[in-house]
């Protein structure tokens, strides 16, 4: 069993910047795929990046590739979403999810959710 807590959301403006952080609690963290989630009003969930368990490989959506960074540290079981020049399509509740899958981008894929953190940036 994996629990997860979103934190680091909130209200920037345009071409700022945010680090969003998941902790989780359990053993077995360190053996779980990880991504990052995010959900708009009125749209349906989608992914945002994933980090392998050992961090050796990461997937982004276009949308955000070159711009958000995922990482890990299972030394303390926390995975990172450090996201820059942020403009106003990517507001949305952020949320952290884990899987045993391998590079599964497919929300349903994923077995533990955090109860999400919300991001707003202005224009």
């Known amino acids: 069993q994996v629990q997860l807590v979103e934190s680091g959301g909130g209200l920037v403006q345009a071409g700022g910047s945010l680090r969003l952080s998941c902790a989780a609690s359990g053993r077995t963290f360190s053996s779980y795929t990880m991504g990052w989630f995010r959900q708009a009003p009125g749209k349906e969930r989608e992914f945002v990046a994933l980090i392998s368990w050992s961090a050796d490989s990461t997937y982004y959506a276009d949308s955000v590739k070159g711009r958000f960074t995922i990482s890990r540290d299972n030394a303390i079981n926390t995975v990172y979403l450090r996201m820059n020049s942020l403009n106003p399509d990517d507001t949305a509740v952020y949320y952290c999810?884990?899987?045993?899958?391998?590079?599964?981008?497919?929300?349903?894929?994923?077995?533990?959710w955090g109860q999400g953190t919300q991001v707003t940036v202005s224009s």
């Open positions: 999810a884990g899987t045993r899958l391998l590079a599964t981008m497919s929300p349903d894929d994923y077995d533990y």
